[in-house]
């Protein structure tokens, strides 16, 4: 399943439970599938960073436009204010931290998967690097 797919089931999924999920649970849930489309996007483990060191892994990778960084970071931000500082707020503002998540693919594009495959494959092909130069001097 493509990643943008992915994500937009999963919006779905928590629009569709609406209000009855408790604050901190849609903003984990929220959370878990902005990381995994950050994750399949720029290649960055998101599961496994905090939102400050996604943010510092992407800035030293580069590739990463400003309007996708920018993007990403407040979505994860807000669920942590959610998540950790248990400033939820109420349904309308659920809604709106849908809303942005959606637009997330238009803003920070996940690869191709043929083209991500390719990478792979010329990847995979590339010679061994050299070795270096230490006891052997």
Same mark, same amino acid.
């Given at each position: 399943?493509?990643?943008?797919?992915?994500?937009?089931?999963?919006?779905?999924?928590?629009?569709?439970?609406?209000?009855?999920?408790?604050?901190?649970?849609?903003?984990?849930?929220?959370?878990?599938?902005?990381?995994?489309?950050?994750?399949?996007?720029?290649?960055?483990?998101?599961?496994?960073?905090?939102?400050?060191?996604? /943010?510092? +892994?992407?800035?030293?990778?580069?590739?990463?436009?400003? #309007? =996708?960084?920018? @993007?990403?970071? !407040? *979505?994860?931000?807000?669920?942590d204010l959610a998540k950790f500082a248990g400033r939820a707020g109420g349904w309308e503002e659920a809604l709106a931290?849908?809303? /942005?998540? +959606?637009?997330?693919?238009?803003?920070?594009?996940?690869? #191709? =998967?043929?083209? @991500?495959?390719? !990478? *792979?494959?010329?990847?995979?092909?590339?010679?061994?690097?050299?070795?270096?130069?230490?006891?052997?001097?």
């Amino acid at each position: 399943e493509p990643p943008a797919d992915a994500l937009r089931r999963a919006l779905r999924g928590l629009r569709a439970e609406g209000s009855a999920v408790p604050g901190d649970v849609f903003y984990e849930r929220l959370s878990l599938a902005l990381r995994d489309y950050a994750a399949a996007a720029t290649g960055v483990p998101a599961r496994d960073r905090t939102t400050t060191e996604i /943010e510092r +892994e992407l800035r030293e990778r580069g590739g990463v436009g400003g #309007d =996708a960084m920018e @993007a990403l970071t !407040r *979505a994860l931000k807000r669920a942590d204010l959610a998540k950790f500082a248990g400033r939820a707020g109420g349904w309308e503002e659920a809604l709106a931290a849908i809303e /942005e998540a +959606e637009r997330l693919p238009e803003r920070l594009p996940a690869p #191709d =998967a043929a083209a @991500a495959g390719q !990478r *792979a494959v010329v990847a995979a092909a590339a010679p061994p690097a050299a070795p270096g130069r230490g006891a052997e001097a």
